[in-house]
């Protein structure tokens, strides 16, 4: 029987931080990992001292106490890497963050009419529900874009249909991004007072990948008195009176050894910790915890008898021909990477579920449907393949379907009995987090032990969309959703129905519109101009030819549909920055007059009130 003060179940990024965070203020710990590396899906992986993330992990976050971290444990072994990466789809490549010369000339410009179109009619018209993923994305790109930059790849990573995702993983994971962003972002560059993740161009990367963070993690620990046991995977854990007592794991060689202390942290998958729970939690926790759903993935890894392949750090693969979700060049991460440098390695990204018959693949056949996957998008020759791996990780995304937050609440409940017991971490909070989030959780979950009192279950829940500004209430806890306004008989109605107003009438972004209107208005002049050019005669297009008094040096001709591309899109984003920005004053008159309404009615009614 080992004893320790505290126990730590699994040695990924969040527990290790636990465990340094504990280390660092006197408090030794034994830290139980189930697989012969730490690091968890933040880990790298070697084949033949080819080295490779498992999905790619950006060292950047807006929470200074995770980049001081980051320095602390890491030192001078960070390098500062450019963001390169692009979207494959319907056999084109495009820049990713959007550049917007590149998504017009890959679209075509009938598609971006009617992408544009479709922008402003969903920006006119947008749906009063986001419940799921489909509609939180539709509202803020319109249908068009959805269908082509999001669906295809999304239901490849999650394995269902975007109808079926919570619209709590969009707000989460790409909760600043828009239309009007990448937009700007792409005409105006990065602009430093709001700086959204997901359009980032740099980034830290530790030398020899992430996992190096985490073996020098597990060091300094040691250094500290605490002990990190790979090969030990946790099966059983024992609490009475609302207490843990401790923890039985079982080693590779099958001795089964037990864990005392005095506090216990766990990053365990919450549907495999409630199954060891010794008793058994209630049967509904237990129902509640087996609904819970993960998805697996794993990692084709090709070495390519070639210098350099593509430029990207990483590839999104839209396209629906092939299985394929996405493409790493881990040489472009860090030419640490690959120990010869006339040889590149790619990660060839597949998500499944357990159950696929793929995942039960032998190594070779998923490399040959890697190998073929990656000559039919013209990536590579399948004669320049000189080896390959493959590379599994179960449980690596925790699923956000419609059923996953009652379930969640349901275990949490549970959990919060026990009072010498915390869950930290993506698997151990059912949350898609980041490693900079797991590792806030892992340091709160120290604190606590310490004597501190932080809620490790707030770590990375929104209290607002950013774009529409409406917060949640208190209560509302894991759900990043606005909140619905709720009136009971005993609420002043006027404040109620100001609010009911502005989420009805929602109000309208005057750049989002007056890009869309811009976009449409500049494209309905060229290509009305070029079919006229186009058509020719003895006397050209004498109607439109009117415009000239509008739009100045405009004739219909190709230079003139140029003039009017570019004229007539300033004139169409005018018109539709005033209309949004008028039709929002109106809005704000219109809640007023009811409020003051409302104010009179109270009045004449004080006298039932007294």
């Known amino acids: 029987m080992a004893s320790q003060p505290v126990v730590i179940i699994g040695a990924g990024p969040a527990g290790l931080t636990t465990a340094y965070e504990l280390a660092k203020n006197g408090l030794p710990s034994t830290i139980l990992e189930a697989g012969r590396q730490v690091g968890g899906i933040s880990q790298t992986a070697s084949y033949k001292k080819f080295r490779f993330d498992i999905g790619g992990h950006r060292f950047f976050s807006k929470v200074p106490m995770v980049n001081e971290l980051w320095h602390e444990i890491l030192g001078d072994n960070f390098l500062l890497r450019p963001r390169i990466s692009r979207i494959h789809y319907n056999n084109k490549f495009f820049d990713y963050p959007l550049k917007a010369t590149n998504a017009l000339a890959g679209l075509g410009p009938v598609e971006a009419l009617l992408v544009g179109f479709s922008y402003a009619k969903t920006k006119m018209f947008p749906s009063p529900n986001e419940d799921n993923f489909e509609q939180w994305v539709i509202n803020r790109f319109g249908t068009r874009l959805y269908r082509i930059f999001f669906k295809t790849y999304t239901e490849k990573v999650w394995g269902i249909p975007c109808s079926e995702i919570s619209a709590d993983w969009a707000a989460q994971r790409i909760k600043n991004l828009s239309l009007k962003e990448a937009v700007l972002n792409a005409l105006l560059g990065s602009r430093n007072e709001k700086i959204v993740t997901s359009l980032i161009e740099e980034f830290h990367y530790p030398r020899f990948g992430p996992g190096m963070m985490w073996e020098k993690c597990e060091e300094l620990v040691a250094g500290y008195g605490s002990q990190t046991l790979k090969g030990t995977k946790v099966e059983r854990i024992k609490h009475r009176h609302g207490r843990v007592e401790c923890v039985s794991g079982r080693t590779e060689t099958g001795e089964r050894l037990d864990f005392e202390g005095s506090h216990f942290v766990s990053t365990m998958p919450l549907r495999e910790l409630i199954a060891a729970m010794d008793p058994q939690p209630p049967e509904k926790v237990v129902q509640a915890a087996q609904g819970l759903r993960y998805r697996d993935y794993l990692t084709v890894v090709l070495v390519i008898n070639r210098e350099e392949v593509f430029p990207d750090n990483w590839i999104y693969i839209h396209s629906p021909e092939v299985k394929m979700g996405r ?3 881990y040489k472009n991460w860090s030419p640490y990477m690959v120990p010869d440098a006339s040889r590149t390695s790619l990660g060839l990204e597949y998500f499944l579920w357990d159950k696929d018959e793929e995942w039960t693949w032998s190594n070779d056949r998923l490399i040959e449907l890697g190998v073929r996957e990656c000559a039919q998008i013209g990536i590579i020759h399948p004669r320049e393949v000189e080896d390959g791996t493959v590379v599994r990780m179960e449980k690596a995304y925790p699923v956000y379907d419609h059923q996953y937050l009652a379930q969640v609440q349901t275990v949490r409940q549970y959990l919060e009995t026990l009072t ?33 009192d932080h809620d490790v279950w707030a770590v990375n829940t929104e209290k607002e969309y950013h774009e529409e500004g409406q917060s949640t209430p208190d209560n509302a806890g894991d759900r990043m959703v606005p909140a619905r306004v709720q009136v009971t008989v005993q609420e002043p109605l006027m404040e109620a129905e100001e609010e009911l107003i502005e989420i009805v009438f929602a109000r309208l972004d005057p750049v989002a519109l007056g890009v869309a209107v811009g976009m449409v208005s500049g494209l309905v002049i060229f290509f009305a101009t070029a079919i006229l050019v186009i ?19 405009f004739d219909v001709t190709w230079g003139g549909a140029l003039v009017g591309l570019l004229e007539g899109g ?15 004053l109106g809005m704000k008159a219109y809640a007023q007059f009811m409020r003051r309404r409302e104010e009179a009615a109270r009045r004449r009614n004080l006298l039932d009130k007294i």
């Open 570 to 584: 300033m004139v169409g984003f005018g018109i539709g920055y005033l209309g949004a920005s008028f039709r929002n």
């Open 420 to 452: 010498n017991f915390q869950t930290i971490g993506r698997n151990g909070l059912h949350r898609y987090n980041n490693q900079d989030h797991s590792m806030v959780t892992g340091v709160y979950a120290a604190r606590n032990i310490m004597g501190g």
């Open 327 to 329: 493409m790493q060049n």
């Open 535 to 553: 058509k020719g005669g003895p006397v050209v297009g004498p109607t439109l030819s009117l415009l000239r008094n509008f739009l100045y040096g």
